[in-house]
């Protein structure tokens, strides 16, 4: 099915929001209703923005058929310097599950005016191998993880942005927001020439919402980690 190219999505799901601490390490995490977030392997988890199962996605993408191009980001806290080894994202997907490869870039922060956003781009790589599955009660949200193909070596105390970036042959492939409690520093940014912003602009001036994307970055990882948070996400939304 043929989707008119659009910049948001709205979910339709009933909204969660769940609150948890920006920086852990291995273990169990505990969260707000008495949830817990649980590290079932080892890893060191350096970041976590939770996903809102009911909130909406921000495209960024390059889509062959309909040509769009465009890339969404979002600012985090480097603490101790521990390189970034992999990625765990959400995301709302109309390809049929179709996406060649991601795209994962880290960026210094460049200050505003007008507002923040992303500057020196220090950090590129295709991630073609890849783990997709779908979000309990969802039909076209899901979870996305990949091990880097080379770690992102970062200065402690420095704040970087991260962009996903989806690359597929057809449709449309939106980053899905983080619930409200997990905002952190600056607003999500976005830009697109196609949409009419080839600058860096917030999400709030694209669609009118201040949001937030939907991430966690691990720092270690000695085994896969394919199930490492999705059975405390599972619960979440069950």
Known sequence: MRFAAILIVVALATSVAVAAPKLATS???SQSGGAEWESEKQVVVKWTQLPDAGGVGITSEQSAALGIVSESADDFLCTDGAPIVAVEWWGVDYTGGVIDYFIIRFYTDEP??????????VYEQECHAFTQELMPGQFDRYRYYAVLPSAFDQDGGTTYWISVQAVHPDEQWFWLECA????????????????GYPDWVTVAEATGTCREFAYVLYADVTSPVESTTWGGVKAMFR
């Open 27 to 29: 273990g169990s995490i």
């Open 112 to 121: 505003g005016p007008p507002a923040s956003h992303p500057g020196t781009l």
């Open 180 to 195: 409200d409690g997990q905002f952190w520093n600056h607003a999500g940014v976005v830009r697109s020439e196609y949409f």
